[in-house]
């Protein structure tokens, strides 16, 4: 199948392999055109037909006014719509060879000829003969040269015609290394072989090295976290078996008394005077005599009289009675008392009659007179302000006596108040006072030998778990200590929590090492080879310049960078 493209410039036809078109002079079509980038796009033949594939343009390749994706072949159709910059070309595709007016086929081996359209104008398009496409190659990337072709355009005698096509002189010429003219020869040969192989350019793009790489590294980071005792003893230590001097000594502080007097809040009262009243007896069924007694009534205070009397049956009598308890308590109503008794000759006897008992009148005149009481609260709320402040105090001080060297047990620092008051609780008094005092107690021993053993040990189980290449980064954190009851050979048991973060560290033989690992390697490839080695945790890569996203094949030219991790950080 043969194919041209048709605008306004003319007609070019398509040949077997690669028309390159761009504003350089090395392109097989030449648009001088602002908006057309030196290597704006390619037409490569294969199996199904022509493809177009944009190069990266800045301005874009149009299909039918639908802007292509970079690097990404498009099959074309009869009559499609191409643009370029201000050109606009028409795909036409053909069963038989193509002929132009004028000219012989471009079989038998002979070129054809183009007739360039007389609205040709500065900005207009020239066909490049071969021998420019195979002396110049692309000086940026991703425009790169990939097979020599043999149209040539033969512009019309015209002085404006010729001026627009002109060889590229040998000044602009730029001489292609050895190395990518095996490349570029590589390439000529995969498209030769895989004519029908239409994804191949952005598969090219991704295999050709960039010029720089920056790979970022996260490396590999463990914390360790391990508790150990030490024993502190009496006699020489053996550090081999962890154990430091014994070096207890007991500190102790009590703070000067402090008082505090409050107001009692207890209320109570107490009954001074007596109520009095009278007391009627009345219906007595027999003759018997009543003794001086207390008459219960319907509450907690009875009424009483003081003198004893004789009532014949039938006989009322009304005599003075008082309440039996002092205070408003035995202020009763009417009928306070009302009631019929039965009487006995005697105690276990049976009755011989009854008689009505009832104050027909209110008892008055009881009076109470009030007091005041300590409460248990009036003496805890006098103790707990300077017991607070004074604890505060002897902590202090303890802090004081304590060494730079030294450390509080966890079991260390007892504070106990002392208090004493003038009065307990419900005593009467109107006010009472609190003295207090606060007594701390507590054992020191010498910390900085049984911390530095544990840091040791720590440096020591990270170096053996972890292995050589790993380093402490951040602090270690070594916990508050708690200290057992000595023993019976006076033996001390010091129990320490400590951690740590230990981070891979890569050296300077091992970038190199990783460098050349990856020369040149896709940036799949690479990064998969990098996540492999031993210390790398994530990994990211980037690629600038040259003529494709893949690795460049100096080591030189690959720069690492490693992520900081954060370590542990002490409070104290």
């Given amino acids: 199948m043969e194919a041209t493209l048709q605008s306004q410039f003319g007609q070019t036809v398509l040949e077997q392999g690669v028309v390159t078109i761009g504003s350089t002079p090395e392109s097989r079509v030449v648009l001088h055109d602002a908006r057309v980038s030196p290597h704006h796009a390619i037409i490569h033949s294969t199996e199904q037909g022509y493809t177009i594939t944009d190069w990266g343009s800045s301005e874009g390749t149009f299909v039918n006014d639908k802007r292509l994706e970079a690097f990404v072949p498009l099959l074309l159709m009869a009559g499609d ?102 490349l570029v020869l590589i390439a000529l040969l995969i498209l030769v072989i895989g004519g029908s192989m239409p994804f191949f350019v952005p598969w090219l793009h991704l295999v050709l090295p960039a010029a720089r790489a920056a790979v970022t590294i996260t490396p590999v980071s463990q914390q360790m976290y391990q508790f150990y005792n030490i024993a502190a003893v009496k006699e020489t230590p053996d550090p081999s078996q962890h154990q430091v001097p014994l070096q207890m000594r007991l500190i102790s502080y009590t703070t000067p008394e402090r008082s505090l007097k409050v107001a009692a809040t207890g209320q109570g009262a107490e009954g001074v005077t007596e109520a009095i009243g009278t007391l009627t007896f009345s219906q007595a069924t027999a003759n018997f005599v009543i003794y001086a007694q207390s008459f219960a009534g319907n509450g907690g205070v009875g009424l009483a009289i003081d003198t004893s009397f004789t009532i014949n049956s039938g006989q009322t009598i009304t005599l003075p009675a008082h309440a039996d308890k002092p205070g408003t308590i035995g202020n009763v109503s009417v009928d306070y008392t009302n009631y019929v008794s039965n009487i006995a000759s005697g105690p276990g006897q049976p009755s011989i009659g009854s008689i009505h008992i009832e104050n027909t009148v209110a008892f008055t005149g009881g009076q109470d007179r009030a007091y005041t009481f300590v409460q248990q609260s009036d003496i805890d709320g006098a103790t707990n302000s300077p017991v607070t402040q004074l604890t505060s105090d002897a902590q202090t001080a303890m802090q004081q006596q304590i060494h730079t060297n030294e450390a509080f047990a966890d079991n260390g620092m007892q504070c106990t108040p002392h208090t004493k008051a003038n009065h307990q609780a419900n005593d009467r008094a109107s006010d009472v006072t609190v003295t207090v005092s606060v007594t701390c107690k507590a054992e020191a021993y010498d910390v900085q030998a049984a911390r530095s053993m544990v840091a040791d040990w720590l440096k020591s189980d990270a170096t053996s ?21 000595p023993d019976e050979h006076g033996t001390v048991t010091i129990a320490f929590v400590a951690q740590g973060t230990w981070t891979y560290q890569f050296s300077e033989t091992q970038k190199q090492q990783l460098a050349q690992l990856i020369e040149g390697k896709p940036l799949a490839d690479a990064r998969t080879l990098l996540l492999k080695q031993e210390g790398v945790k994530k990994v990211s890569i980037s690629t600038t310049g040259g003529w494709g996203a893949a690795l460049p094949t100096s080591t030189g030219d690959i720069k690492f960078t490693l992520v900081a991790v954060p370590g542990l950080q002490a409070t104290q």
Avoid at 166 to 179: A, G, H, T
Avoid at 465 to 485: E, F, P
Wanted: cysteine-free.
């Fill in 81 to 182: 719509q191409i643009r370029i910059g201000e050109t606009m070309f028409t795909y036409e595709a053909h069963e038989g060879p193509v002929l132009v007016p004028g000219q012989e086929s471009s079989f038998e081996g002979k070129s054809t000829v183009l007739v360039a359209s007389p609205r040709q104008t500065a900005s207009g398009a020239s066909i490049q003969p071969p021998s420019a496409l195979l002396a110049h190659a692309p000086s940026q990337q991703p425009d790169i040269l990939l097979a020599p072709l043999t149209a040539n355009l033969v512009p019309e005698a015209t002085p404006l015609q010729q001026s627009s096509v002109q060889p590229p002189s040998k000044e602009r010429r730029w001489k292609m290394s050895r190395r990518w003219r095996l």
């Fill in 465 to 485: 778990q972890l292995g050589t290449h790993y380093a402490l980064v951040g602090d270690m954190v070594i916990g508050t200590s708690q200290v057992s009851t």
